[in-house]
Nanobody
Framework: QLAESGGGLVQAGGSLRLSCAPS????????MGWYRQAPGKQRELVAR??????HYADFVKDRFTISRDYANNTVTLQMNSLEPEDTGVYYC??????WGQGTQVTVSS
């Protein structure tokens, strides 16, 4: 019920855009967000959005922006100034413990 797109390989300093489209019973659910999991590490929150209120992890440092387009029913994570430490699998999340399948983000130095 959470369809993710985006991700890929980018050089340090580059940008990527992740999108997530909730569907079915959770199409209008709030809040939603993005988590990530690096190899050998626990899954951690990247950003959340609840209606118009956003929350970011400290490591985002104004580099990432989460937004929600209710007309197109998507939640987007715009990631700029990417660093190798941002490498990992990024998961879309929705309230009620719904998770996407994950999309790989790899940042090369």
């Amino acid at each position: 019920q959470l369809a993710e797109s985006g991700g890929g390989l980018v050089q340090a300093g580059g940008s990527l855009r992740l999108s997530c489209a909730p569907s079915g019973m959770i199409a209008s659910i709030n809040p939603m967000g993005w988590y990530r999991q690096a190899p050998g590490k626990q899954r951690e929150l990247v950003a959340r959005i609840n209606i118009l209120t956003t929350h970011y992890a400290d490591f985002v440092k104004d580099r990432f922006t989460i937004s929600r387009d209710y007309a197109n029913n998507t939640v987007t994570l715009q990631m700029n100034s990417l660093e190798p430490e941002d490498t990992g699998v990024y998961y879309c999340w929705a309230n009620g413990d719904y998770w996407g399948q994950g999309t790989q983000v790899t940042v090369s130095s």
